[in-house]
């Protein structure tokens, strides 16, 4: 599906700026339709056989296409600004005047500036983002201190299943500790945690990290993959914790 807007913002510069005053895109740029994104299932061999085991799935990032159609004809000076405007080393900001509280961090991979087109009026460029989907903002949960069991409820206002981005806590007391997602059944488990062990669950990038009273990095669990990862839905997200320490949540969504 393709659509039209009348400018992109990229890298906080207007494409008006640059006589562009019309701009299609596509690959799923859809303001209110959900993004499926192309995934890869990572998975664990098991030892002494040929069965493999489900471990996570990896979400690629989201790629697009945009035709820029040009007002007025290009001068070669012109062709140049555009050129070093899209042509960034690092991700920048993007979005579109048909969706304009939709931000991305988008890098150009493929920028076709040939003579042939820009002297038709028009030019191409395909972007890639640094996730999935759009932007959105990071939020952070209050501090939980737990000597227990408690119920919690965050709420996602995302239109997508979002990963929790990392959980950070100290264990007060030797003590087991978990969350389950009552919401969708994954979840996190963690055994024999000793006082004073301070940790942080990067659940986006599938990493433990923690550290005992000394401040010497410890094991927090070798066998990573018995872990499904805690993975927000859009609305109420009510979850079980389990456990004796301080943490928090962080994670993408929109403030509600």
């Known amino acids: 599906m393709r659509k039209n807007a009348l400018w992109v913002e990229f890298d906080g510069r207007s494409s008006m700026g640059f006589d562009v ?7 799923g740029l859809m303001q ?23 471990y996570s799935v ?3 990032p989201l790629t697009f296409s945009v035709i820029f159609y040009c007002d007025k004809e290009l001068t070669e000076e012109r062709k140049v600004e555009i050129i070093k405007w899209l042509n960034k080393s690092t991700y920048r900001t993007m979005r579109f005047e048909t969706m304009p509280d939709n931000y991305y961090y988008a890098i150009a991979t493929k920028i076709d500036v040939t003579h042939d087109t820009m002297e038709k009026g028009y030019f191409t460029a395909e972007f890639e983002c640094n996730s999935p989907y759009a932007y959105t903002e990071v939020l952070m949960s209050d501090e939980y201190t737990i000597t227990d069991k408690i ?10 299943e979002t990963p929790i981005i990392k959980i950070i806590g100290t264990i007060n007391e030797d003590s087991d500790f978990s969350i389950k997602s009552q919401t969708n059944d994954t979840e996190l488990n963690f055994t024999e945690l000793k006082a004073g062990t301070k940790f942080t669950i990067d659940c986006l990038n599938h990493n433990i ?26 609305g109420n997200n009510h979850l079980w914790c389990d456990g004796k320490c301080d943490f928090q949540i962080f994670w ?5």
């Not at 005053?21 to 690959?27: A, G, I, K, L």
């Not at 209110?32 to 489900?54: A, G, L, M, Y």
């Not at 993408?252 to 509600?256: E, H, K, L, S, T």
């Open 58 to 60: 990896t979400n690629s």
């Open 32 to 54: 209110t339709e959900t993004i499926i994104p192309d995934r890869s299932i990572n998975k664990v061999q098991r030892q002494n056989s040929s069965v493999v085991d489900f």
């Open 252 to 256: 993408q969504g929109n403030r509600v």
């Open 21 to 27: 005053y019309q701009v299609n895109f596509e690959n």
């Open 209 to 234: 990290y923690a550290w005992d009273a000394d401040g010497k990095e410890i094991l927090l669990q070798g066998n990573k993959q018995s872990h499904s990862w805690l993975v927000f839905e859009p």
């Open 151 to 160: 119920e919690v409820d965050i709420v996602s206002n995302s239109v997508f």
